[in-house]
Nanobody
Framework: QVQLVESGGGLVQAGGSLRLSCAIS????????MGWFRQTPGNKRKFVAA????????YYAEPVNGRFTISRDNAKETVSLEMNSLSPEDTAVYYC?????????????????????WGQGTQVTVSS
């Protein structure tokens, strides 16, 4: 069973940057399409960014497009989310997610129910 562990969250001022990392273990990371989601108290978990299994295709939610960058290093079994120009509206718990895909798949996924493995989350707080 694959396991995901997020890191890199913290407190940052508005306009600042953070880089989140998701370490993949238990199975070969390149078998999985990956995504990042975020959740605030009392609200549903929302899609942030996704990448396909070889990193060639990426997709972003509109609120973060142009500010966030998702990337993956299959040799290091990690997926990262570089977050720039952060605003208080980006404050949330950020979750890494994975879904196993066929070897020739180039798909990425944006739906929460399309993923079946989740990390424990990492808190990102942006102060104004």
């Amino acid at each position: 069973q694959v396991q995901l562990v997020e890191s890199g969250g913290g407190l940052v001022q508005a306009g600042g940057s953070l880089r989140l990392s998701c370490a993949i273990s238990g199975r070969t990371g390149s078998w999985y399409a990956m995504g990042w989601f975020r959740q605030t108290p009392g609200n549903k978990r929302k899609f942030v960014a996704a990448v396909n299994r070889n990193g060639s295709s990426k997709y972003y939610a509109e609120p973060v497009n142009g500010r966030f960058t998702i990337s993956r290093d299959n040799a290091k079994e990690t997926v990262s989310l570089e977050m720039n120009s952060l605003s208080p509206e980006d404050t949330a718990v950020y979750y890494c997610a994975a879904v196993e895909v066929p070897s020739l798949s180039s798909a990425y996924y944006t739906g929460i129910h399309e993923y079946d493995v989740w990390g424990q989350g990492t808190q990102v707080t942006v102060s104004s």
